[in-house]
């Protein structure tokens, strides 16, 4: 399967129309490509077929939630031998977004395999130094 590739590219899994139409806005005027999953399934899917720099993923979605979509995205990661550049072998950072932002959610979210969480509503300077300290991380050295 080829993968789509774009050195600017992630992805925003949101259930929310007007949150999807918010971010997907202001993740546009930092300069990057928007692919929006409206549920955990969706994104499970757009990342098993596309290569991103980062996942923003809301907690709470129908179906498949963010926790078991970020379960599942490990799972692939793990399970294949390929690297998501410019990022570690196998390892896109997931930022969790949710309107419950307290330490007992942080801890819940990282112990799934995100590496961050951002309060909603959040706003476009909270998402670019969030967005920025995760990619300087995964960059290679």
Not at 41 to 59: G, H, K, Q, T, W
Not at 75 to 101: D, K
Request: charge should be negative.
């Amino acid at each position: 399967m080829q993968m789509t590739e774009s050195p600017k590219r992630v992805l925003l899994a949101e259930d929310n129309p007007v949150n999807q139409e918010v971010a997907r806005c202001i993740l546009e005027s930092l300069g990057y490509e928007v692919d929006v999953a409206p549920d955990g399934r969706a994104a499970v899917e757009a990342f098993s077929r596309n290569s991103y720099v980062l996942i923003l993923m809301d907690c709470q979605m129908p179906e498949v939630d963010g926790y078991e979509a970020t379960r599942f995205i490990r799972e692939i990661e793990a399970s294949q031998s390929i690297s998501y550049a410019p990022h570690p072998p196998g390892r896109v950072p997931i930022i969790a977004l949710t309107g419950f932002a307290t330490a007992e959610e942080k801890a819940r979210c990282l112990q799934v395999g995100m590496d961050d969480l951002l309060g909603k509503p959040f706003t476009i300077f909270h998402l670019q130094n969030a967005m920025e300290r995760w990619l300087a991380v995964s960059k290679p050295r």
